[in-house]
């Protein structure tokens, strides 16, 4: 049976480990000074190297060769017994699939036991953030006084997931994502050793698609090397991984840039007619337009466009603003995500270009001569409160003259100015419409939305009024968190998706159990004003003399307090 690359060119020393050079540096000063931890954490993404360091530093603490600096020398008895899997005294645990306390506690009972060929017991536990909260604190003992001929290693994708009580007693190493450059040349090494015939383009657009993780970087060289008969080109790549060539994404951008929609949707669909995956095209717009974006800020261009683009790119991220750049970079970054449980695969990628190339001011369910949403809340109108003199029982005073009761130095206020009425705006839709489309628009909702769909599940579409659709809600506080703006939004983008038409969307309130809707908040009632007095009126009646009241009364008894007159 053949060995997979990514097993076959494992790094054997610390010197082949690509790309993180920090750690190396670390484990090697340790070794070096007899420093070493009793606890290690390796943190980082998948594929950049991990547990191939655990095992390199489980050969270099147990290596015979008398010179530090040679560990590991793969040459002794226990850096072969590694290497070829047979040594007792390294052991390897996926928390994965063990993950009970269980587990743990048998652990415990086998670290006491010294180690029976090497000097020490390296304990490597991938995937440690599995583990139950159970088993961590069952764990946690161990970490804490560990015996000395033993040594953890914990390895983990999510370091987050991991209790600070066991975090505290690891020294931590952080693994980086492998660098590009340094990706491509180890392709290009264990392609040469391979026999295969490789692209550089090629080995360049593997590793643009690897991400960062050396091992998927490796398993996918193996698996086009299958593919293509040991002949690894640019087409091989792309159809293997679906992706759209470099024409379709330049091409889309220039119809982005004129904002030509029916010209990038054309672009769209072609691609997908020819095989190309939605989701690999969309992250192909991103990291072109963001390679755009760069260049536009002034940036050098990307190491990873080809020379022959190059002239292309510059001249196409001059004709975008690094805003519109910006906005379509999240956009077809999120149509990327979408484009996962779509029923429509290559529908996120639609919206996604359609939404970049309109104007910012139609992108949104407003449209250009359509009015703009309503606030949030409509204002009541105002109590009328009686004026002092009024409340006195004085006579309102004519226009003029100053009321008597009214200060001697008035304040001039402005006469009130009337704008002219305005047309009241007339919808696009009507209410059976939105009916018909109301439990669609529910469903689109749990997709973006789980508790908005929830909220929307208790109301209900009452009226079109004022170009606006009011929908009403038995309890104020489902209006009220609907109403708010992120879910206004999302409601309104919805019912426009569904009707193809612009949605403006009103939050209001049943009134009691007839089913009617009240659109304005109940309003505050206004303080009743309290009559004012003339200096000269004598108060109606007088206040009862301190010694008659029962609190002073209380207090002279009990406390022995003194009533002082003035």
């Not at 026999?195 to 998927?216: K, P």
């Not at 429509?344 to 139609?362: D, I, N, R, T, V």
Request: proline fraction near 11%; aromatic fraction near 4%.
């Amino acid at each position: 049976m053949a060995q997979a690359l990514y097993r076959k060119w494992r790094p054997q020393t610390f010197d082949e480990v690509v790309g993180q050079e920090h750690v190396v540096r670390t484990l090697r000063n340790a070794l070096l000074s007899g420093r070493v931890h009793h606890a290690y954490l390796f943190a980082g993404p998948r594929g950049t190297g991990k547990t191939t360091t655990a095992r390199l530093l489980a050969k270099a603490v147990n290596c015979l060769d008398p010179e530090p600096a040679n560990r590991p020398c793969n040459q002794c008895a226990i850096c072969r017994a590694i290497n070829e899997g047979r040594l007792m005294d390294l052991i390897e645990i996926d928390a994965a699939s063990n993950t009970s306390v269980e587990d743990v506690r048998e652990l415990r009972e086998r670290v006491g036991y010294r180690p029976s060929e090497a000097r020490y017991k390296v304990y490597i536990i991938d995937e440690v953030h599995m583990l139950s909260t159970a088993a961590f604190n069952a764990l946690l003992k161990t970490l804490e006084e560990p015996p000395s001929h033993a040594i953890f290693v914990l390895a983990t994708t999510e370091p987050h997931r991991i209790p600070a009580t066991v975090l505290s007693r690891c020294q931590r190493l952080d693994f980086r994502r492998v660098p590009l450059a340094d990706m491509v040349a180890r392709l290009r090494r264990v392609a040469e050793q391979e026999g295969i015939q490789a692209e550089e383009d090629a080995l360049s657009l593997i590793a643009r698609h690897a991400t960062g993780s050396m091992r998927d970087a490796e398993s996918l060289l193996d698996q086009l090397a299958a593919y293509t008969d040991r002949v690894v080109t640019v087409e091989a790549v792309r159809t293997a991984l679906g992706t759209g060539d470099e024409g379709a994404v330049l091409a889309l951008t220039d119809a982005l840039a004129a904002r030509d929609v029916g010209r990038g949707l054309a672009v769209i669909n072609e691609a997908a007619d020819r095989g190309a995956d939605p989701r690999q095209f969309a992250r192909q717009m991103t990291d072109h337009l963001r390679a755009l974006m760069l260049i536009r800020l002034g940036a050098p261009v990307p190491l990873y466009i080809p020379d022959s683009l190059r002239p292309t790119v510059q001249s196409q991220a001059a004709r975008f603003t690094p805003r519109q750049l910006a906005r379509a970079v999240r956009l077809f970054g999120q149509a990327a995500s979408d484009a996962r449980a779509a029923w429509q695969p290559q529908l996120p990628l639609e919206l996604a270009f359609m939404e970049a190339a309109l104007p910012e001011e139609e992108a949104g369910p407003t449209r250009a001569g359509q009015p703009e949403p309503s606030p949030r809340r409509e204002p009541t109108a105002p109590s009328p409160v009686p004026s002092p003199a009024r409340a006195a029982g004085h006579p309102a005073a004519p226009p003029g003259r100053p009321s008597p009761a009214a200060s001697p130095t008035p304040t001039p206020t402005a006469p009130p100015v009337r704008e002219p009425p305005h047309p009241e705006p007339v919808a696009e839709f009507s209410l059976e419409e939105v009916n018909r489309q109301w439990n669609d628009m529910l469903r689109l909702l749990r997709s973006v939305n789980h508790s908005l769909e929830a909220l929307m599940r208790s109301g209900r579409p009452v009226s079109v009024e004022g170009g606006a659709l009011l929908i009403g809600f038995p309890y104020a506080f489902h209006r009220d968190k609907v109403d708010e703006e992120a879910n206004r939004r999302a409601v309104e983008d919805a019912l426009t998706q569904l009707l193809s038409r612009p949605v403006r969307v009103r939050c209001v309130l049943l009134a009691g159990s007839s089913g009617k809707p009240s659109a304005r908040p109940a309003p505050a009632r206004a303080p009743t004003p309290q009559p004012r007095t003339p200096p000269s009126a004598p108060p109606s009646s007088p206040p009862p003399p301190a010694s008659e009241d029962g609190l002073v009364q209380a207090a002279v008894e009990k406390l022995g307090a003194r009533v002082k007159t003035n």
